[in-house]
């Protein structure tokens, strides 16, 4: 492949450069986006670069730590035995965080998936003061980032996961209700800075939406509709495998859809909000329990039988079927993930749910709308959010190397 004939030199350069940075990109995408992994031959396959622009530009990518070399594996006929590559472990990080109104979290992930520091600051942050609290969680994140860099990993940046809305555009806090937050940036309370004393890229997102990126590493489809029960209820929209911000980031507010304006009053001022049938708390209390009771009180009173909790979640689940039969009737969504405290629930919530938007959403009798059990785990928010500052490393790679 070469490049276009230029009438400057300046121009020249200034293309080759773009040609490098491009072909850069093609290689690392061919890598971590392989099954198995790729030869530096199967790369020039795959991308249609020359082995010999090939063989140079996984050079830097493995001597800037984004890609590692397996032991070679003998080769089917004469000739050198083929290298394969995958994603480089414990070299550059992304770090995500998170404020539950029940827990400060902290997760540090590697480009190949794993999860290398993970640290749950369990509390009770209803009604908190930013003030004190961001300042906390930066405190716990700065040991995680000192242990990492100690360990000779470089972190290329964090997001900080918060349930409420939250700018896009600007990356403020417009509102996290049940933090009892409003109107501010929560970024330099949290004091993060590298190694070298300059300030730690981070950005804000609603945790829903983080928490849909991390389901992102396992076996969904390329579109599909992610719903988080906790205090509250979010919903983040992946299309593509790409987040779905809409224009000020502020979807997925599926907690504050009316499925009954003669319903119950909600925090947000409305009646009869979805949250006030299928909230986390309310499935508690209408079950008997404390508000505060972990999931597992509640799992623990469905298998053995209770009638109240039954009763909860099944009004839950069809309230929540309700509202979802009414995303899938504007956004022709075929997949629901169930997240949060619905995945600890599903066995008894899933069912429902799915029964519900089957009877309701018009298109579900000739295309039926998948529901199932999200997979990334209890903190998929700060795994989702670690996920997405690794994504724009390998979007950008020439940064990196």
Not at 155 to 169: E, H, Q
Not at 314 to 325: N, V
Request: proline share 7%; aromatic share 4%.
């Amino acid at each position: 492949m070469t490049a276009e004939p230029t009438t400057t030199a300046r121009g020249a350069a200034a293309r080759q450069h773009t040609l490098r940075e491009r072909n850069l990109r093609l290689v690392v995408r061919a890598v971590f986006d392989a099954p198995e992994p790729l030869s530096r031959a199967d790369v020039a396959a795959a991308t249609g670069l020359a082995r010999a622009t090939v063989s140079t530009l996984v050079d830097r990518l493995v001597a800037g730590g984004l890609v590692a070399e397996l032991p070679p594996v003998a080769a089917q006929r004469a000739g050198r035995p083929a290298v394969p590559l995958r994603p480089a472990a414990r070299t550059v990080v992304g770090l995500g965080l998170e404020v539950n109104v029940d827990y400060l979290g902290v997760t540090v992930l590697d480009l190949a998936g794993q999860v290398v520091d993970e640290r749950v600051e369990p509390g009770s942050f209803h009604d908190s003061d930013p003030d004190v609290v961001l300042p906390r969680l930066g405190e716990l994140a700065r040991k995680v980032v000192d242990d990492a860099e100690a360990a000779g990993m470089r972190v290329a940046g964090a997001r900080l996961a918060l349930p409420g809305l939250v700018d896009a555009r600007t990356g403020l806090l417009q509102v996290a209700p049940n933090l009892g937050w409003s109107s501010m940036d929560p970024v330099p309370a949290l004091g993060l800075r590298t190694r070298d004393g300059e300030p730690l890229p981070v950005e804000v997102a609603n945790e829903a939406k983080l928490a849909a990126a991390a389901e992102l590493a396992g076996d969904v489809p390329p579109s599909f509709l992610y719903v988080s029960a906790d205090v509250g209820i979010g919903a983040g929209i992946v299309v593509d495998r790409r987040l779905f911000l809409g224009e000020r980031g502020w979807n997925g507010e599926i907690g504050h859809v009316v499925v009954d304006p003669a319903g119950p009053r909600c925090s947000c001022g409305n009646h009869g909000c979805l949250e006030q049938y299928a909230g986390k708390e309310v499935l508690l209390r209408e079950s008997g329990l404390a508000v505060d009771a972990p999931v597992e009180a509640l799992v623990a009173a469905l298998r053995a039988g209770d009638g109240a909790a039954l009763a909860a979640v099944g009004r839950g689940g069809r309230a929540l079927g309700q509202a979802l039969a009414a995303f899938v009737n504007l956004v022709d969504v075929e997949t629901v993930v169930l997240g949060g405290a619905y995945t600890a629930l599903y066995e008894w919530l899933g069912g429902v749910v799915a029964a519900t938007v089957q009877t309701t959403a018009l298109a579900a009798p000739f295309s039926p709308v998948a529901v199932r059990p999200a997979a990334a785990g209890p903190h998929a928010a700060t795994v989702g959010g670690a996920r997405e500052v690794l994504r724009e490393v390998l979007a950008n790679p020439a940064a990196w190397v």
